[in-house]
């Protein structure tokens, strides 16, 4: 006798038809879709299954969508150019100085006050009287080195404006934000003296010193410059940071490797 299958029966064998038909889909036609079928028969009792049907069902149980509250709304802005007057929320105070800030006046006044030292110390480099000269170049216990007697003057320059700072301490960065430094690093040094001779206008790093005047080395003045390190060779003395720490001076007689380095010299000297 046929026994007619409740209602549930009708809909898992209708679910388990249906999870057979999506676990095979992507297989190929050699792969039969009934290998899937383990899935749905693992699933526990009252697992949500989603079918097509139930989610159209569960679609129809929502409520009619409402605006939310506080959603945004489309605005139309208008974009001012550059001058037009009452910008929103503009403040005027924004732009103005800091507190505490010089004002133009002060800042006016200590140019004035840094270009007369300048003056002043330039009209003391200008004039070589008061530096010690001999048949040859040499250093003195002071420090401080001696120039030939037969050097051009303006060499003669390079060398007392060295003396200047040949016992100052070596300070990364010194003499490139001014000249009267209390330290300066090999560039600083090297751009120190050179700018006392009237030289450079400006100092400059090593590796700008690279390309510095003229290619090879010079009768009186050679530079030797690469990325990191900068010296120069005046009269036969090395001007040099590097070994300062051992001679307590930038003035060393002693030679060393030149290898690696941009060989630069002034034309005519």
């Known amino acids: 006798m046929e026994i007619k299958a409740p209602d549930r029966a009708h809909y898992l064998v209708a679910l388990i038809a249906l999870a057979a038909v999506l676990v095979g889909c992507g ?70 100085p800091s507190p505490g800030a010089p004002t133009d006046a002060e800042v006016r006044a200590e140019l004035r006050e840094a270009r007369a030292a300048l003056a002043n110390f330039k009209q003391h480099l200008n004039t070589t009287a008061f530096l010690q000269t001999g048949k040859r170049a040499r250093v003195l216990p002071d420090g401080t080195a001696v120039a030939p007697e037969n050097a051009p003057d303006i060499v003669k320059r390079v060398i007392l404006a060295g003396n200047e700072i040949a016992k100052f301490p070596y300070k990364w960065g010194g003499g490139h934000g001014a000249w009267r430094d209390n330290g300066y690093d090999c560039s600083g040094s090297v751009s120190f003296a050179l700018a006392g001779a009237g030289l450079l206008n400006s100092p400059l790093t090593s590796g700008l010193f690279m390309n510095y005047g003229a290619s090879g080395p010079g009768r009186w003045i050679t530079i030797y410059a690469n990325s990191g390190h900068v010296f120069m060779v005046v009269a036969g003395l090395r001007f040099d940071t590097s070994g300062q720490g051992r001679a307590g001076t930038r003035w060393q007689e002693e030679s060393v490797s030149t290898s690696g380095y941009a060989v630069r010299h002034i034309p005519g000297l």
């Open 27 to 96: 297989r190929s036609s050699s792969q039969p879709a009934e290998e899937g079928g383990s899935a749905v028969a693992d699933a526990s009792a009252g697992e949500v299954v989603l079918t097509p049907e139930s989610a159209r069902a569960a679609r129809e149980q929502l409520p009619e969508e409402t605006p939310a509250a506080g959603r945004s709304r489309a605005q139309v802005v208008e974009l001012q150019g550059a001058g037009s007057q009452g910008a929103p929320n503009g403040d005027p105070r924004a732009d103005a």
